[in-house]
């Protein structure tokens, strides 16, 4: 047996349960923009304090001679002149396995000594290890490899 029609379509309203759950409560406008200031600002924080820890041993509070300056990244976010320069690093005349330096890479410009330098035999400059490839013939730079 059928069911009856219901009598009271006209008026009928279909219910349905609406569930607001906590991501769809957080996602609104003004919540994000408190998120997103937050987020902001603790960014800015977190790099000014990284930054001020790295270069805190290689401050020095000379001028350099050139007259160039360096610029720096403000709290805002822009690119300031004020700040204190870094030293250079003192330019080093030994291999990295501790021998005296001949030659520079001339891929990577690290310091080789007399067992660490490859000749390409195509370009005939003097290469490290981890700038060219040693074949049967000898060794070819990365510049020359194809």
Avoid at 81 to 110: D, F
Avoid at 135 to 146: A, D, Q, T
């Amino acid at each position: 047996m059928a069911k009856r029609a219901n009598p009271y379509t006209e008026d009928y309203v279909q219910q349905s349960k609406v569930h607001v759950g906590l991501k769809q409560f957080n996602n609104n406008k003004e919540r994000l923009d408190t998120v997103y200031e937050k987020t902001l600002e603790k960014l800015f924080k977190g790099a000014k304090r990284s930054q001020q820890d790295s270069i805190k041993s290689d401050v020095v509070g000379i001028v350099k001679e050139d007259g160039l300056k360096q610029l720096f990244i403000g709290n805002n976010g822009l690119l300031t002149h004020s700040g204190k320069m870094l030293k250079e690093k003192p330019i080093q005349n030994t291999c990295k396995c501790g021998n005296t330096m001949v030659e520079r890479c001339a891929y990577c410009e690290k310091g080789l000594c007399v067992s660490c330098e490859y000749s390409c035999i195509l370009c005939y400059q003097y290469f490290c290890t981890e700038c060219s490839v040693y074949g049967c013939e000898g060794s070819i730079c990365f510049s020359c490899y194809r």
